[in-house]
């Protein structure tokens, strides 16, 4: 078993829920959709394990299925014909991107242990949709909507690392080029207390993805 696996469980459990991506305790398919294309997310008998489908709206054929652990974050492209999941892809397993373009296969991706947190904080494809951006967190990271952001290279396979920590929102301005506003903690202390507030960059920073 991974280490803090029951810390980690909790944890992804509890973005899961913020992020409205699943509702734990309803056996009947649910489905994310898109303007082409549909991912249903069927939970099965053993805790935390779930099937994915994912099929043509149209004519309801079936484009691939794959069983998932704890699936955190779905993120479909601006034109929604491309997909990304961040979910464990066996039991234990943690850190798994699975991606999908039309003609292509479903891939899975694995983050470097060292930069991975606990679950996955959302996705952003590129204009070309060869690279994707996402954010993953830790414990609290949730509450405060900061994580780390990194993005993958599809054509290469490889991660890399934008910064550490405290990344709030995250966009795309060309096919490398991605913005990303950050939040810093401001200490303050009207009269006798101590109040810590966040304040996120008003300009955001730039950073090229090769």
């Known amino acids: 078993m991974n280490r803090h696996s029951f810390q980690r469980k909790t944890f992804l459990l509890l973005s899961i829920l913020m992020f409205g991506l699943v509702s734990f305790g309803n056996s009947a398919p649910r489905s994310v959709e898109s303007s082409v294309y549909a991912l ?13 489908r994912l099929f043509h709206r149209r004519s309801g054929r079936t484009i691939w299925t794959r069983k998932v652990w704890w699936h955190s974050s779905i993120g479909w492209a601006s034109d929604k014909r491309a997909l990304a999941i961040g979910a464990n892809t066996a039991a234990g397993t943690e850190g798994n991107i699975l991606t ?9 991706f694995k983050i470097p242990d060292d930069d991975f ?14 690279r994707l951006l996402f954010r993953t967190g830790g414990s609290g990271d949730a509450d405060i909507d900061t994580g780390l952001l990194l993005c993958l290279n599809l054509d290469n396979g490889r991660f890399y690392k934008v910064t550490k920590q405290g ?3 995250m966009a ?21 207390r101590q109040v810590m507030s966040q304040v996120v960059s008003k300009t955001p920073h730039v950073w090229n993805c090769p």
Not at 181 to 187: G, K
Request: hydrophobic content about 30%; glycine content about 12%.
């Open 167 to 169: 990344v709030r929102k």
């Open 40 to 52: 249903e997310i069927k939970d099965e008998k053993e805790p935390g394990e779930e099937t994915l």
């Open 117 to 130: 947190g606990d679950y996955f904080m959302g996705f952003a494809w590129s204009p070309d949709k060869r």
């Open 172 to 192: 795309w301005a060309g096919r490398r080029k991605a913005l990303y506003w950050t939040v810093t903690w401001v200490t303050s202390s009207p009269g006798y």
């Open 100 to 108: 999908w373009r039309p003609g292509g296969q479903l891939r899975v």
